[in-house]
């Protein structure tokens, strides 16, 4: 039989890498390969064309959060113009945050007609159904039972996600780390974000569920489990909240390793802190956005923290784990920003000294309270801060990442390094990457794959280190 192949583009974040992880699952299911040479193009945009060339199903799971979504998802969706072109045949999804919104559905109908299926973030479970009737309608054409146009979009959009549909199949992309949803949707409603909008309500799983999953998970291999919500913090379900099932999950045999995101601040209870004195499992690392260390810009982000008790968060984790490595977002140039206000969260930059952060210029979201403040801060204000902020920032990471030089940290081995494929590559507890150089004669040390093992740091960059078996 001839092999069909699939290819995934995933934009953003790692609730879409799941999800990805959910269709590749649904398509393998119905007989379809990744395409060869995927793995340079699963990161959108990254891709030179071939695997878009070579699949039969392009699949584009769009995100809304990140600066300019829009620009980006609608210029891939141009250059997919292209690929359709040369194969009417081929089908074209699109799926994710971005098809969420109406006005956006509304573009991709009128701009881009040879998409050939829409649904949206809460119905993934209806694209087996949508690809089946999408085949079907291709196939009419040729046969000459449908109208012989090239154009046959549909759109399934729902507003509210409906009962959680559990038992979807899965391809995951690393063998022996895994993310395990337990929660969807956000209720947090930050001025500046879509996500509550585009995700809909919290509705979390199951612990029974989840439970399940990190078992089946454990027997096939995994050794690093990440709980992943919007908000794991506000995960309840049938009278277990967040850090019992986190207990839960720590009784699993075979699970090393639990890591969670996100986790927001307003609601990091000090029972969620104690997991970190008293679960086997839990990774000294922490994932905990401030966004900001104005507490009147947080106000008008709708956080739901000041300034001083997110220190006093910091604080404490601090007291649970000495060396917890704690890492956050930063939105820059908010608007109304004054300069005070950066002031403030460079002084809170100062006093967390942060291991890692990821920062973002504020750019609006069409349909949040946020887009229509007016006090906008000027773009070259913005940029300045910014570039002031990252660099403060990768001299702390930089400076503590130097501190670890020397040390021995168990890392899981998850394969051979992306930057030198002679070097393995693996995390420590705390999230650090590391290459590693196998000793002369052990090869690429490929039985180590899927092991921890003892590393000796030997060298320490702002992003990573090398080390050596110890
Ligand atoms: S907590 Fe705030 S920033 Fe995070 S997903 Fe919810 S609304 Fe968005």
Same mark, same amino acid.
């Given at each position: 039989?001839?092999?069909?192949?699939?290819?995934?583009?995933?934009?953003?974040?790692?609730?879409?890498?799941?999800?990805?992880?959910?269709?590749?699952?649904?398509?393998?299911?119905?007989?379809?390969?990744?395409?060869?040479?995927?793995?340079?193009?699963?990161?959108?945009?990254?891709?030179?064309?071939?695997? +878009?060339?070579?699949?039969?199903?392009?699949?584009?799971?769009?995100?809304?959060?990140?600066?300019?979504?829009?620009?980006?998802?609608?210029?891939?969706?141009?250059?997919?113009?292209?690929?359709?072109?040369?194969?009417?045949?081929?089908?074209?999804?699109?799926?994710?945050?971005?098809? *969420?919104?109406?006005?956006?559905?509304?573009?991709?109908?009128?701009?881009?007609?040879?998409?050939?299926?829409?649904?949206?973030?809460?119905?993934?479970?209806?694209?087996?159904?949508?690809?089946?009737?999408?085949?079907?309608?291709?196939?009419?054409?040729?046969?000459?039972?449908?109208?012989?146009?090239?154009?046959?979009?549909?759109?399934?959009?729902?507003?509210?996600?409906?009962?959680?549909?559990?038992?979807?199949?899965?391809?995951?992309?690393?063998?022996?780390?895994?993310?395990?949803?337990?929660?969807?949707?956000?209720?947090?409603?930050?001025?500046?974000?879509?996500?509550?909008?585009?995700?809909? +309500?919290?509705?979390?799983?199951?612990?029974?569920?989840?439970?399940?999953?990190?078992?089946?998970?454990?027997?096939?291999?995994?050794?690093?489990?990440?709980?992943?919500?919007?908000?794991?913090?506000?995960?309840?379900?049938?009278?277990?909240?967040?850090?019992?099932?986190?207990?839960?999950?720590?009784?699993?045999?075979?699970?090393?390793?639990?890591?969670?995101?996100?986790?927001?601040?307003?609601?990091?209870?000090?029972?969620?802190?104690?997991?970190?004195?008293?679960? *086997?499992?839990?990774?000294?690392?922490?994932?905990?956005?401030? *966004?900001?260390?104005?507490?009147?810009?947080?106000?008008?982000?709708?956080?739901?923290?000041?300034?001083?008790?997110?220190?006093?968060?910091?604080?404490?984790?601090?007291?649970?784990?000495?060396?917890?490595?704690?890492?956050?977002?930063?939105?820059?140039?908010?608007?109304?920003?004054?300069?005070?206000?950066?002031?403030?969260?460079?002084?809170?930059?100062?006093?967390?000294?942060?291991?890692?952060?990821?920062?973002?210029?504020?750019?609006?979201?069409?349909?949040?309270?946020?887009?229509?403040?007016?006090?906008?801060?000027?773009?070259?204000?913005?940029?300045?801060?910014?570039?002031?902020?990252?660099?403060?920032?990768?001299?702390?990471?930089?400076?503590?990442?130097?501190?670890?030089?020397?040390?021995?940290?168990?890392?899981?081995?998850?394969?051979?390094?992306?930057?030198?494929?002679?070097?393995?590559?693996?995390?420590?507890?705390?999230?650090?990457?590391?290459?590693?150089?196998?000793?002369?004669?052990?090869?690429?040390?490929?039985?180590?794959?899927?092991?921890?093992?003892?590393?000796?740091?030997?060298?320490?960059?702002?992003?990573?280190?090398?080390?050596?078996?110890?």
């Amino acid at each position: 039989m001839e092999c069909k192949y699939y290819l995934i583009e995933t934009l953003g974040c790692q609730m879409n890498e799941r999800d990805s992880e959910t269709m590749a699952g649904m398509l393998e299911e119905l007989g379809y390969g990744r395409a060869p040479d995927a793995a340079a193009e699963e990161r959108a945009g990254d891709g030179r064309g071939a695997a +878009r060339h070579g699949a039969d199903v392009i699949v584009v799971n769009t995100c809304s959060v990140r600066e300019n979504a829009d620009n980006r998802f609608f210029g891939l969706l141009g250059q997919l113009k292209h690929v359709k072109e040369a194969d009417p045949d081929k089908i074209v999804a699109v799926c994710g945050c971005m098809t *969420q919104q109406r006005r956006v559905v509304d573009e991709i109908r009128n701009k881009f007609p040879w998409v050939d299926i829409v649904f949206g973030a809460m119905n993934i479970e209806a694209f087996p159904s949508m690809l089946a009737d999408a085949l079907e309608k291709r196939r009419g054409i040729s046969e000459g039972r449908e109208p012989a146009t090239p154009y046959a979009m549909s759109v399934d959009i729902r507003p509210e996600r409906g009962e959680i549909v559990e038992g979807l199949p899965s391809r995951r992309r690393h063998a022996h780390k895994a993310f395990v949803n337990i929660m969807y949707g956000c209720d947090n409603f930050c001025t500046y974000c879509i996500v509550p909008y585009t995700r809909g +309500r919290e509705r979390s799983r199951t612990p029974d569920a989840i439970l399940d999953e990190a078992r089946a998970l454990a027997a096939d291999g995994v050794k690093e489990i990440t709980l992943l919500g919007q908000n794991v913090n506000s995960y309840r379900a049938g009278g277990v909240g967040f850090p019992s099932l986190l207990r839960l999950v720590d009784d699993v045999p075979g699970v090393a390793r639990i890591r969670f995101m996100t986790s927001h601040p307003k609601d990091l209870s000090d029972g969620l802190i104690d997991c970190y004195r008293t679960a *086997q499992n839990l990774c000294p690392s922490i994932h905990l956005p401030v *966004q900001s260390g104005s507490t009147d810009v947080l106000r008008r982000m709708n956080r739901g923290y000041s300034k001083e008790s997110y220190l006093a968060l910091t604080d404490k984790l601090r007291d649970a784990w000495s060396d917890i490595v704690i890492t956050t977002d930063f939105i820059v140039g908010f608007p109304g920003e004054t300069d005070a206000d950066f002031d403030d969260t460079m002084d809170l930059i100062e006093s967390v000294r942060f291991d890692a952060a990821f920062t973002f210029l504020y750019s609006p979201r069409a349909g949040t309270p946020a887009a229509e403040y007016g006090d906008r801060v000027a773009d070259a204000v913005a940029h300045a801060r910014f570039d002031r902020m990252v660099k403060r920032l990768n001299e702390i990471t930089k400076e503590k990442n130097l501190a670890m030089l020397g040390g021995v940290y168990d890392v899981l081995i998850e394969g051979p390094s992306k930057t030198d494929k002679t070097m393995l590559t693996g995390r420590t507890p705390g999230g650090k990457l590391v290459n590693i150089r196998p000793p002369e004669g052990v090869g690429r040390g490929a039985s180590r794959v899927g092991d921890i093992m003892a590393v000796r740091l030997t060298e320490a960059g702002t992003f990573s280190f090398i080390g050596e078996f110890a």
